[in-house]
């Protein structure tokens, strides 16, 4: 097992963003986890299954089989927005288990797959694992697509594996690779580096961040034709970003040096909110 600093110092384990935080739990932050793990429409999907632990029990677990985990912010505030976790590590054969958990704040901002981003990014850095595996139940695998496209591909389903509303299903394994991890984010950084790049040149000459020079960067790195985008060009129903083109956009935005609050990215329905919201917080 090869290690970085990364993880090292646990005074320096949060690694930032520009919109998200990782951080350590807290005994603070328990209550919001215990809340989260007993609402009917998440337990399902986590740890327990749809069983009601009492608190104790409750926390005792939150360390079980667990190698990392850590709160998501907002790198504005420090109240938690959900949590990703590695588990259930392999170090001879090189695997690991990866999760996430989203609070409603945090849904439809792409925080969340944000912090995953990092938290991968992280693991890999830190430990020589070849590959890491999420399993996903095929009731989720809806709310999860959006992993797919970080590079994840199914390795294995059990079949009939999952009990839920009187009805058995499918538990798929997906499996995201070290290379394949590894070239999406060097095509990832020569994206938000080359944004960063033109709206430094745009800048020089004094265009200032109109709605065109503000789109015309974002569009040159999503390879979108800036002609056909209006401020009333909606981002999900016209364009038709699911939650990972969502970071994108956002991290893009981020790349031209405004850092907007969670309030703002809430908010952002079409071009022109964007361009809006960057402008309010470069000025504020």
Same mark, same amino acid.
């Given at each position: 097992? #090869?290690?970085?600093?990364?993880?090292?110092?646990?005074?320096?384990? &949060?690694?930032?963003?520009?919109?998200?935080?990782?951080?350590?739990?807290?005994?603070?932050?328990?209550?919001?986890?215990?809340?989260?793990?007993?609402?009917?429409?998440?337990?399902? @999907? /986590?740890?327990?299954?749809?069983?009601?632990?009492?608190?104790?029990?409750?926390?005792?677990?939150? #360390?079980?089989?667990?190698?990392?985990?850590?709160?998501?912010?907002?790198?504005?505030?420090? &109240? *938690?927005?959900?949590?990703?976790?590695?588990?259930?590590?392999?170090? @001879?054969?090189?695997?690991?288990?990866?999760?996430?958990?989203?609070?409603?704040?945090?849904?439809?901002? !792409?925080?969340?797959?944000?912090?995953?981003?990092?938290?991968?990014?992280?693991?890999?850095?830190?430990?020589?694992? $070849?590959?890491?595996?999420?399993?996903?139940?095929?009731?989720?695998? !809806?709310?999860?697509?959006?992993?797919?496209?970080?590079?994840?591909?199914?390795?294995?389903?059990?079949?009939?594996?999952?009990?839920?509303?009187?009805?058995? /299903?499918?538990?798929?394994?997906? &499996?995201?690779?070290?290379?394949?991890? @590894? $070239?999406?984010?060097?095509?990832? &950084?020569?994206?938000?580096?080359?944004?960063?790049?033109? /709206?430094?040149?745009?800048?020089?000459?004094?265009?200032? *961040?109109?709605?065109?020079?503000?789109?015309?960067?974002?569009?040159?790195?999503?390879?979108?034709?800036?002609?056909?985008?209006?401020?009333?060009?909606?981002?999900?129903?016209?364009?038709?970003?699911?939650?990972?083109?969502?970071?994108?956009?956002?991290?893009?935005?981020?790349?031209?040096?405004?850092?907007?609050?969670?309030?703002?990215?809430?908010?952002?329905?079409?071009?022109?909110?964007?361009?809006?919201?960057?402008?309010?917080?470069? #000025?504020?």
């Amino acid at each position: 097992m #090869t290690k970085s600093s990364l993880f090292r110092d646990v005074q320096e384990i &949060a690694r930032s963003s520009r919109r998200i935080r990782l951080r350590e739990i807290r005994p603070t932050d328990y209550a919001f986890l215990y809340e989260r793990a007993l609402r009917p429409e998440e337990s399902y @999907r /986590w740890r327990f299954r749809g069983q009601q632990p009492g608190y104790e029990e409750f926390v005792q677990s939150l #360390t079980a089989g667990v190698l990392l985990q850590y709160i998501v912010t907002a790198e504005s505030h420090d &109240a *938690p927005l959900g949590l990703v976790v590695c588990y259930g590590a392999d170090f @001879r054969n090189g695997h690991a288990y990866i999760g996430v958990q989203a609070a409603p704040p945090a849904i439809g901002t !792409g925080l969340l797959l944000e912090a995953m981003r990092i938290f991968i990014d992280g693991i890999f850095e830190t430990y020589d694992f $070849k590959k890491l595996y999420a399993e996903c139940p095929e009731f989720n695998m !809806g709310r999860v697509a959006s992993i797919l496209n970080f590079g994840f591909v199914q390795e294995g389903k059990l079949v009939a594996h999952e009990r839920f509303q009187n009805q058995d /299903w499918d538990l798929y394994i997906l &499996a995201l690779h070290r290379l394949a991890w @590894r $070239k999406q984010e060097d095509e990832w &950084a020569i994206r938000t580096l080359q944004v960063g790049t033109d /709206w430094s040149a745009d800048q020089e000459v004094g265009q200032g *961040p109109s709605f065109e020079v503000f789109c015309a960067a974002v569009c040159r790195s999503l390879n979108i034709d800036a002609s056909v985008i209006s401020s009333g060009t909606h981002l999900v129903e016209d364009l038709q970003f699911d939650s990972l083109a969502m970071v994108e956009f956002f991290e893009i935005v981020g790349s031209l040096g405004v850092v907007m609050d969670l309030n703002s990215y809430s908010r952002i329905r079409t071009m022109g909110d964007a361009h809006f919201h960057f402008i309010q917080a470069s #000025t504020a």
